[in-house]
């Protein structure tokens, strides 16, 4: 059974299939000229140099700005062709559970002001890697065959922790799986058989599955770790039904190629 994306592919991903030349028909009239039709290069006329600034070279990848997306730096460089890849559990982001979001940012923002709320909620079961165009496809169905197997589960986030990630250059308030352990750890054995099938890093030796709330540039930790810590663990504990609001139903798993969203239902 195919990878069943979630969104639609957009205009642009077909560019890569041209780059590689697979697929794009020869433009009318090439033939005659690969026969000499072309006219030697002596009669071609100068391109203006204000014609030619107009194109500028698509070989380099576009710049890496950080200041367009929050200060962020890349953990690996762009290059035309490669596709960011990450395999993640969702998290539902109901109503209640926003609220909650809301008094514990403020809290955090009252420690560090720098903090910002994440724009999706999930818990991670892979590194980002790196895939080229063409692998996306075989790498999504190998994904979806192996998880299919794993039955859906329960599992409760309700431990307040202050990550960093490994280059320390940033740093997230989660919520730690505290129930349901286990068959994390079973999905990821079964990305990491993926990862090692294309020769791609596997996930942590002993990772710390949980959902990322805010995050902020740089190594906050002195700032958020003992009492304010503890002043948002307290939020969580008493908030209203939060071992009930904490409690997700995980049914598939997803990844993320680029623009590309595939679903990958569990049991």
């Not at 250059?169 to 994390?184: I, K, W």
């Not at 079973?186 to 030796?205: H, N, P």
Request: proline letters at 6%; hydrophobic letters at 35%.
């Amino acid at each position: 059974m195919s990878a069943t994306p979630l969104v639609g592919y957009s205009s642009s991903d077909s560019e890569d299939e041209a780059e590689d030349g697979v697929g794009v028909p020869a433009r009318p009239g090439a033939e005659s000229r690969r026969r000499g039709q072309t006219a030697p290069p002596s009669q071609r006329l100068p391109v203006p140099d204000s014609v030619l600034s107009m194109f500028p070279s698509t070989e380099e990848g576009p710049e890496d700005d950080s200041t367009k997306h929050g200060g962020r730096v890349r953990t690996f460089p762009h290059e035309r062709g490669n596709w960011a890849t990450h395999v993640y559990l969702p998290y539902a982001d109901g109503e209640e559970f926003l609220d909650l979001l809301d008094v514990l940012l403020r809290r955090a923002q009252a420690c560090v002001p720098r903090l910002v709320r994440v724009d999706e909620f999930h818990i991670s079961l892979s590194h980002s890697v790196v895939l080229r165009h063409h692998w996306i496809l075989p790498f999504v169905q190998a994904l979806k065959d192996r998880v299919a197997s794993r039955h859906r589960f329960v599992f409760i986030a309700n431990r307040v922790k202050i990550y960093t990630n490994q280059e320390k250059t940033r740093t997230f308030v989660g919520l730690e799986v505290t129930s349901g352990h286990a068959q994390f750890l079973g999905l990821v054995a079964e990305v990491d058989s993926v990862m090692e099938e294309f020769d791609l890093t596997t996930f942590y030796q002993d990772p710390s599955f949980h959902v990322s709330l805010a995050w902020c540039v740089g190594d906050a930790r002195p700032q958020l770790e003992g009492q304010c810590l503890r002043e948002l663990q307290a939020i969580v504990d008493e908030f209203e039904d939060s071992e009930l609001l904490l409690r997700v139903h995980a049914q598939q798993v997803r990844c993320k190629s680029g623009n590309k969203f595939f679903s990958l239902p569990l049991k």
